[in-house]
């Protein structure tokens, strides 16, 4: 489905109960569109809520805490690292995942 929408439109379309926007996803018919529209307005509607208040920095960082964790790396440790190496890297995803990891594994040795 997210090949065919970008996930913002995604948790507009849904929230906003526009069928018509999924129903031009390849692959999604009217009653799959209604289907997620009907079990997941309320859900998107808190989603979207969310992001209107988060800035765009946030995001970056919600980012590298979660290629972290999924690395294996405990929450507290990766958000640590993470807010060291936002500082140092002038915001690039790639800079920032990098000083991370170094800093962790460093605390590693």
Known sequence: MLSGIAPQDLVRAVSAGDAARLVAIPGIGRKTADRIVLE?????????????GAAS????????????VNLGYHRPAAEKAVETA???????????LRQALDSLTRGRR
């Open 86 to 96: 936002l500082s140092a890297s002038g915001g690039q995803f790639d800079a920032a």
């Open 40 to 52: 997941l307005r309320d859900k998107m509607a808190s989603i979207e809520q969310a992001g209107e």
């Open 57 to 68: 920095g946030d995001g970056l960082r919600a980012d590298l805490v979660s290629a972290l």
